[in-house]
């Protein structure tokens, strides 16, 4: 059975997502793309959040990839935007329902070499920037 978000095989997304997380919290090498991996996996997983969440992801990993912001800057602006209480929306998800159509991504959680860092942190990197790809143009519900 293939995850029926991302369609990775036998839906092994989530144990695959879990390993590279303890991975990225035990080596700094593996960590650097941890901003890359939580976005991308939550844009492809949007049942897990709100459909205000799923925007702000696809608006932080714009930012990341596009803007080229470093994640220092980005996690400054997110906490001021939450000390302020900017930010008004319910994050995760109220009812466990996709907010985006089914689509075809081009990649999942499953491409990612995990040998060693540098692999690691260009396939994620790949990765993320074609689940961008992909948010851009898929039709929310
Ligand atoms: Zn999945």
Not at 58 to 63: F, G, K, N, P, S
Not at 74 to 90: E, L
Not at 97 to 119: C, F, G, H, Q, Y
Request: proline share 2%.
């Amino acid at each position: 059975m293939t995850c029926p978000e991302c369609g990775a095989l036998n839906s092994l997304c989530k144990t695959r997502f879990d390993e590279c997380l303890a991975l990225e919290f035990s080596d700094l090498r593996y960590g650097a793309v941890h901003n890359l991996t939580v976005c991308a996996y939550m844009l492809q997983h949007s049942s897990q959040l709100s459909r205000e969440g799923w925007l702000y992801e696809r608006d932080l990993l714009r930012e990341f990839i596009v803007e080229g912001k470093s994640p220092s800057v980005i996690r400054q602006q997110v906490k001021d935007s939450v000390d302020s209480g900017k930010r008004a929306f319910k994050f995760t998800s109220r009812d466990g329902k996709p907010v985006i159509k089914k689509t075809s991504w081009k990649k999942t959680i499953l491409d990612i070499r995990m040998e060693n860092a540098e692999d690691y942190c260009e396939d994620v990197t790949a990765w993320a920037g074609s689940v961008l790809e992909n948010a851009e143009t898929v039709a929310i519900l």
